[in-house]
């Protein structure tokens, strides 16, 4: 089988060369009362980052693609609608799966990390043939929060930079493998949410494998909810789950701020402005897109993956 590897040299910086180039200036003026210094050292990381991000680029050309619609009979262009009397019954069926999975305990981080790049991996190998190494570093804090402060997770497709803002629980080896995706070049929101959750699914470890469904029954409740804050609380208390469950979800949907949902709001429209521009559906591809990708590729009778993967 052929290899890659996508250096990401950025992710190993103790800090993100993005955020000294923004706010190094910044920090420069407060502390010393002069810009200049912050200045050198802005222009310093950008050259760092231009550097690490040119080499990746250069990489990363040579990476075979996944063939969506040729693999799943499903693509962002390609989508049926999932029924809603379907996310209904699935909804109650996942519910039921998951309380009868066990609870593994979850390692560190780090180690978390690399066994979700693992898998990950190996997945996407076994579809083009071509097995992609990436880096499996995570930080832990970049400006992007503050930027979005609705995102669970971000990547920096241009340095492969990623960060999880805080403890997910069950619903982390999900959030990282959405995010190792993206650093392996996959930039459509989709795509990633479809990789990531087959990875998992497949994996044959619990843990992984209960982010998985836990992550499509989120979705499944986003969607049926439309956004609103009381209708996917509603949902959550007829599912009757165990105290565990019940929280991480609730955690995912928590009433926000004013000013956390001034903020949300304005760049939530923005960033679906965003990926609309580039060939995507725009925010929906997390959940009613992901969820009937997932639809369309079990009914699919053209996929060369079994749609047997895309059943609960």
């Not at 080499?55 to 693999?71: A, I, L, M, T």
């Not at 998951?98 to 560190?108: H, I, K, N, R, V």
């Not at 044959?204 to 029954?217: Q, T, V």
């Not at 804050?229 to 208390?237: G, K, L, N, P, T």
Request: charged fraction near 25%.
């Amino acid at each position: 089988m052929d290899e890659i590897r996508i250096p990401n040299g950025a992710t190993y910086a103790p800090v993100a060369l993005t955020d000294l180039m923004a706010g190094a200036p910044l920090a420069s003026r407060l502390l010393l009362g002069a810009t200049l210094p912050g200045r050198l050292v802005s222009a310093a990381a950008f050259g760092l980052y231009a550097g690490h991000a040119l080499r990746d680029w250069s990489v990363r050309r040579e990476v075979r693609k996944v063939d969506f619609f040729g693999e799943f009979g499903s693509d962002v262009d390609a989508l049926e609608a999932t029924p809603r009397s379907h996310r209904l019954d699935e909804i109650a069926h996942l519910a039921a799966r998951l309380e009868s999975m066990e609870t593994p305990a979850a390692p560190p981080r780090d180690e978390l990390a690399r066994r979700v790049n693992r898998h990950l991996t190996e997945f996407i190998a076994g579809l083009t043939d071509q097995r992609v190494l990436t880096s499996d570093r995570v930080r832990e804090f970049t400006l992007a929060k503050v930027v979005f402060p609705f995102a669970m997770g971000v990547c920096d497709f241009i340095s492969g930079d990623v960060a999880v803002f805080k403890d997910l629980g069950v619903l982390e080896p999900h959030v990282l493998a959405h995010e190792f995706t993206h650093r392996k070049g996959y930039f459509k929101e989709l795509h990633a949410q479809a990789l990531a959750y087959l990875a998992l699914v497949t994996s044959g470890d619990p843990l992984l494998e209960r982010a998985a469904l836990f992550e499509r029954m989120h979705r499944q409740l986003k969607v049926l909810s439309d956004g609103d804050f009381r209708a996917y609380h509603d949902h959550v208390d007829g599912l009757e789950l165990d105290r565990d469950l019940d929280r991480a979800l609730r955690a995912l949907r928590p009433e926000p701020a004013a000013y956390q949902s001034l903020v949300s709001d304005t760049m939530r429209a923005l960033y679906d402005q965003r990926l609309k521009l580039t060939g995507q559906n725009g925010l929906s591809d997390y959940d009613r897109g992901f969820t009937d990708f997932l639809w369309t590729f079990g009914r699919s009778g053209s996929a060369r993956q079994d749609p047997a993967l895309a059943a609960v």
